[in-house]
């Protein structure tokens, strides 16, 4: 298989706030989420066009068990969208009635001088 080279997003790690300021950042992140909610986000990789939901905003924003680095993360969401890799695809396993299959999809991401690969994008 022939190497590929990909860019990633990098992150100076406080375009959101301050990393030890969890509340502030969650608070940042949701706020840009939703400032996204419902637009077309284009993937390179599979020509598809993505957008935010509410349900990916509880998710990834919300969720109080997200680390500074994930909360930060999301200040590059279009960009990782864009140079995302789809890396498999499988049938939906919980039934639900509007979810067709379900796309995994990988990206690297630069915080802080630390590299980091997010799923499920």
Request: a neutral charge.
């Amino acid at each position: 298989m022939p190497s590929r080279t990909y860019p990633w997003w990098h992150s100076a790690a406080d375009e959101l706030g301050a990393p030890d300021d969890l509340d502030a950042l969650r608070s940042a992140a949701v706020t840009h989420l939703q400032a996204l909610q419902g637009k077309l986000l284009p993937n390179q990789d599979t020509g598809w066009e993505l957008t935010v939901t509410r349900q990916d905003i509880k998710k990834l924003a919300r969720d109080y068990a997200q680390r500074p680095e994930e909360l930060q993360a999301l200040a590059g969401i279009e960009q990782m969208i864009r140079h995302a890799v789809l890396a498999e695809t499988h049938p939906d396993t919980k039934g639900r009635d509007v979810v067709e299959s379900v796309a995994r999809f990988y990206a690297p991401v630069k915080i802080g001088g630390r590299l980091y690969r997010a799923n499920s994008l």
